[in-house]
């Protein structure tokens, strides 16, 4: 079990530029989550997946962001025309059922300058 | 929609002494899930300790045990015999039951600093 982990650890690009993620998941965990934590405050569920399939989608995720889960088992998480109210701590976590805990990365950090 | 509200921003103890972290939370439901993470400056969250709403008996892990008062929505966090380790964030956090349980509600966290 090496962990949930999330590329690249930071990430500086300039507004209106587009910025990929990516997540791996804990080996054989279906499931698998992006969050966003803002300065100050608690992670915000973003989007959701089991398996290959999305299954929910907050309205925090505007038609910008694009999140993808090819084979059930990497993610990407994509972002365009990057604004700075992107700016955040992003973070992906997995399980492997609905009842278990759920195990995070070390998040990737974006600045939109 | 469930909130969770956590009223202490810092928090500050000496080692080897005894802090508890409030917690509160606003639920229709009846099955849920309630969580306490920990995120240390290295910034991966770990679960400290979690508590299923239908049983009454309060969760404990090691030095870690909660208070969970169902009928006031009050789930705080005792942290016994503090340590240098234990400074970190701690967000207290909400999960719905159910078969389709999956989503995660977190308070905004009460940084805990432990003095030696």
């Known amino acids: 079990d090496t962990g949930v982990s999330q590329n690249p650890r930071h990430k500086i690009t300039k507004r209106g530029q587009n910025v990929t993620f990516r997540c791996d998941p804990i080996?054989?965990?279906?499931?698998l989550y992006w969050y966003r934590q803002t300065l100050g405050q608690g992670p915000e569920f973003l989007t959701y997946f089991q398996n290959e399939a999305q299954l929910e989608k907050s309205r925090l995720l505007s038609d910008r962001f694009s999140a993808e889960r090819p084979k059930g088992s990497f993610s990407t998480l994509e972002i365009q025309r990057t604004e700075q109210g992107d700016s955040a701590m992003y973070l992906c976590a997995s399980s492997p059922d609905g009842l278990s805990p759920l195990h995070f990365g070390n998040g990737t950090r974006l600045t939109v300058t | 929609a469930q909130t969770v509200t956590q009223s202490q921003p810092e928090m500050s103890v000496q080692e080897a002494e005894t802090v508890t972290l409030s917690c509160t939370y606003d639920?229709?439901?009846?099955?849920?899930?309630l969580f306490w993470y920990k995120q240390p400056p290295s910034r991966q969250m770990i679960l400290v300790i979690r508590q299923e709403a239908y049983k009454q008996q309060n969760a404990t892990e090691n030095r870690f045990s909660v208070n969970f008062q169902k009928a006031a929505k009050s789930f705080s966090l005792k942290i016994s015999d503090s340590q240098l380790g234990d400074t970190a964030m701690y967000f207290c956090?909400?999960?719905?039951?159910?078969?389709?349980?999956?989503?995660?509600?977190f308070g905004k966290g009460t940084l805990l600093t432990v003095n030696p």
């Open positions: 639920t229709s439901e009846n099955n849920y899930y």
């Open positions: 956090a909400f999960m719905k039951g159910g078969g389709s349980n999956y989503k995660l509600t």
């Open positions: 080996s054989e965990h279906n499931r």
